[in-house]
T-cell receptor, first 114, second 116 residues
Framework: EPEVTQTPSHQVTQMGQEVILRCVPI?????FYWYRQILGQKVEFLVS????????KSEIFDDQFSVERPDGSNFTLKIRSTKLEDSAMYFC????????????FGQGTRLTVV | AQKVTQAQTEISVVEKEDVTLDCVYE???????LFWYKQPPSGELVFLIR??????QNEISGRYSWNFQKSTSSFNFTITASQVVDSAVYFC?????????????FGKGITLSVRP
């Protein structure tokens, strides 16, 4: 069964460093998302991406964040200068056409900023 | 703005008991979608069910059933004859129809523990 895959599963980085989280969405999906979950809290929307551009972003998604779909398969989230409060689980999700509203999530990348 | 409230935070049951997880939502849209996701201890988010706002028929799928009541803005989820493997955090989520790429808004989740 097709699935969303994310790499790495766990990343530890120094505060102020740049990180790139990678995702391979399900191949025929059109809508792509990043969410994050701070430990023990709810899942929060960061950004949605469709037709090679950001379609919506939350107030969390400030200038330190960017997304890219550099080729036909990968979808990346970059954090330019990480802060301690960026420590969280980051989930990539993808969805098929507009008629199917359920998003399928990757297994997540746990980002720890030290 | 859309909002999802899961008032229960933790539920503990003994195996084979039935358990109902509550979800109340708020939205201004007349067309929207409701979901339940499961997050087992391994951390991934697993899609369980989706319900469209224009379809209030309640269904049963195996040990899972759901009760969608538009009049009370509730979308409750029941696990029948619970098993230890059902132990997880369960999230209710809402997606508004306006905008084909609309995001999911999650509740805070309910931690379900099923004891042998």
């Amino acid at each position: 069964e097709p699935e969303v895959t994310q790499t790495p599963s766990h990343q530890v980085t120094q505060m102020g460093q740049e990180v790139i989280l990678r995702c391979v969405p399900i191949s025929n999906h059109l809508y792509f998302y990043w969410y994050r979950q701070i430990l023990g809290q709810k899942v929060e929307f960061l950004v949605s991406f469709y037709n090679n551009e950001i379609s919506e972003k939350s107030e969390i998604f400030d200038d330190q964040f960017s997304v890219e779909r550099p080729d036909g398969s990968n979808f990346t989230l970059k954090i330019r200068s990480t802060k301690l409060e960026d420590s969280a689980m980051y989930f990539c999700a993808s969805r098929g056409d507009s008629g199917r509203r359920e998003a399928f999530f990757g297994q997540g990348t746990r980002l720890t900023v030290v | 703005a859309q909002k999802v409230t899961q008032a229960q935070t933790e539920i503990s049951v003994v195996e084979k008991e039935d358990v109902t997880l509550d979800c109340v939502y708020e939205t201004r849209d007349t067309t929207y979608y409701l979901f339940w996701y499961k997050q087992p201890p391994s951390g991934e988010l697993v899609f369980l069910i989706r319900r469209n706002s224009f379809d209030e028929q309640n269904e049963i799928s195996g040990r899972y059933s759901w009760n969608f009541q538009k009049s009370t803005s509730s979308f409750n989820f029941t696990i029948t004859a619970s098993q230890v493997v059902d132990s997880a955090v369960y999230f209710c989520a809402l997606s508004e129809a306006s905008g084909a790429n609309s995001k999911l808004t999650f509740g805070k989740g309910i931690t379900l523990s099923v004891r042998p």
